[in-house]
């Protein structure tokens, strides 16, 4: 599926062909959400092209061309308001442009009704779909990075909670969700503790 060839159909339908062509991709690790907009630099010194993102996975769903169209559609008017120098989030305009185009879905993530289990890596806690129970299934990127791309059993993926359901917002993934007070106490605490660990063996193997 060409992504500019329903870009360009979109842009004539909706923004008039107004939309200069931004770089367009497919992103297989977009899995919290449908597509994003990256915005371009305007810094003549470090130039940088304005980026659409369309995630992999819709090609893989029945109804695919539909949420591919409308998730795109969804990224353009994040892209247009940029474009036209307007604050570009989910803004009163952008959901007045939302209607007038027909955009149907504030959130363009649709259920991913196949997944049925998520698994996760015990390392690096990443978590990963699954339509069907994994056997031995170890971490790719852990393996690659601790066990010169060998399987290792510390890595074996498991069950991280059968059937979690796939709507996440649209949010930028970059962005961790919030953790819970007694979690970062408990961090701090883990932290002040090898610090501790590591200072006093400091103090042993100065040289005196
Ligand atoms: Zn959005
Ligand atoms: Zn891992």
Not at 145 to 159: A, P, S
Request: some cysteine; aromatic content about 8%.
């Amino acid at each position: 599926m060409n992504l500019s060839d329903i870009f360009s159909s979109l842009n004539q339908q909706h923004f008039s062909g107004e939309l200069p062509l931004p770089k367009l991709t497919w992103n297989s690790r977009l899995r919290s959400s449908a597509g994003r907009f990256c915005p371009g630099s305007r810094n003549i010194l470090k130039p940088r092209a304005p980026l659409i993102e369309i995630a992999s996975y819709l090609q893989e769903l029945d109804d695919g061309l539909l949420h591919i169209t409308d998730t795109l559609l969804h990224e353009m008017i994040h892209y247009w308001l940029w474009i036209k120098h307007k604050p570009y989030g989910h803004t009163p305009e952008f959901h007045h442009i939302m209607k007038r185009v027909g955009a149907r879905r504030y959130n363009p993530v649709p259920k991913l009704s196949a997944v049925k289990y998520w698994y996760e890596c015990p390392r690096c806690l990443h978590k990963s779909p699954a339509r069907r129970r994994l056997g031995s299934v170890a971490c790719l990127s852990c393996c690659k990075k601790w066990n010169q791309g060998k399987y290792h059993e510390n890595f074996r993926l498991r069950i991280a909670g059968a059937q979690a359901p796939m709507v996440a917002p649209e949010q930028n993934p970059a962005t961790p969700a919030p953790l819970p007070i007694s979690e970062i106490l408990r961090r701090l605490e883990d932290l002040r503790n090898i610090i501790k660990k590591t200072s006093s063996k400091n103090t042993k193997l100065a040289p005196h």
